[in-house]
C-alpha cells in the first residue's frame, strides 16, 4: 500500500490540474468552493492533508465523488482489488476512515465505500460532490445519524438507508462505540 505522504502528493497535483484545466485562478476556485485562496494553494503543493469537508467542496466543484478524485491519482483501475490493496484514506481531525473497496472507473456508475466513525464524529457536507447522487447506506456495527435532504435518520447495525442525494449531509457517530457502514454509490 502506497504512503500517505505519497498520496497527498499525488492528490494535491491533481487538483492543481483541475483547476488549470479549467482556466481557474485560486482567488476563483476559493470563491467557487467557499474555501480561503491560502488553502487552496496549501494544498496544491501538498503543505497540508485535506479534510473529508474540504475534499466534499472541492468535489462538487469539480463533479466528481472522492472516489473519483482518489482514483484520478492511480494509474489505472484494477478490475480485483484485495483487501490488502484497498485504499484507506483518514481524516484524523473528523475521526472519519473511508476505504474504497471497490474503485470507480470512468465506464462505470458504482462503486462501494467503506466508512468507519469514532464516537462523536460529526461530518458536515454543504454540497452533494454530484447533485442527484444515489447512495445506499448499509450498517455493518454501531450507530449512525445521517441527515440527507433535510430528514434525519438513526440507523443500526443491520440497518439499510438509500437516497438521492440534492442538498446538505451529515454523518454522525453518538457513540458509545464506533460506527461501521458501507455505502454503496451510484452516478445520476
Same mark, same amino acid.
Given at each position: ?11 494535491a ?5 483541475l ?5 481557474w485562478s485560486?482567488?476563483? +476556485?476559493?470563491?467557487?468552493a467557499?474555501v ?14 485535506p !479534510?473529508?469537508a ?16 482518489l482514483?484520478?491519482?492511480? !494509474?489505472?483501475?484494477?478490475l ?5 490493496e ?25 462503486e ?20 442527484g +447522487?444515489?447512495?445506499?447506506i ?7 445519524e ?14 439499510? +438507508?438509500?437516497?438521492?442525494l440534492?442538498g446538505?449531509?451529515?454523518f454522525?457517530?453518538p ?14
Open positions: 500500500m502506497r504512503s500517505a505522504e505519497e498520496l497527498d502528493a499525488r492528490l497535483g491533481r487538483l492543481a490540474e483547476r488549470v484545466e479549467r482556466g485560486l482567488d476563483e +476556485l476559493a470563491a467557487r467557499g480561503s485562496r491560502s488553502t487552496l494553494s496549501r494544498l496544491e503543493r501538498a503543505e497540508i492533508s !479534510t473529508a474540504l475534499l466534499n467542496k472541492l468535489c462538487a466543484v469539480y463533479e466528481r465523488t472522492l472516489s473519483r478524485l482514483a484520478e491519482v492511480e !494509474t489505472e483501475p484494477p480485483l482489488v484485495r483487501a490488502a484497498q485504499r484507506v484514506w483518514r481524516d484524523e481531525e473528523s475521526g472519519f476512515v473511508r476505504r474504497s473497496v471497490s474503485p470507480p472507473h470512468p465506464g462505470l456508475r458504482g462501494v465505500v467503506e466508512g468507519t466513525l469514532r464516537p462523536g464524529a460529526d461530518i458536515a457536507y454543504d454540497v452533494p460532490p454530484v447533485p +447522487l444515489e447512495q445506499h448499509w450498517v455493518l456495527e454501531g450507530t449512525v445521517i441527515t440527507a435532504n433535510g430528514r434525519t435518520h438513526a440507523l443500526h447495525a443491520g440497518d439499510c +438507508l438509500r437516497f438521492l440534492w446538505a449531509s451529515r454522525r457517530c457513540g458509545p462505540g464506533p460506527a461501521r457502514y458501507v455505502i454503496l454509490i451510484v452516478l445520476p
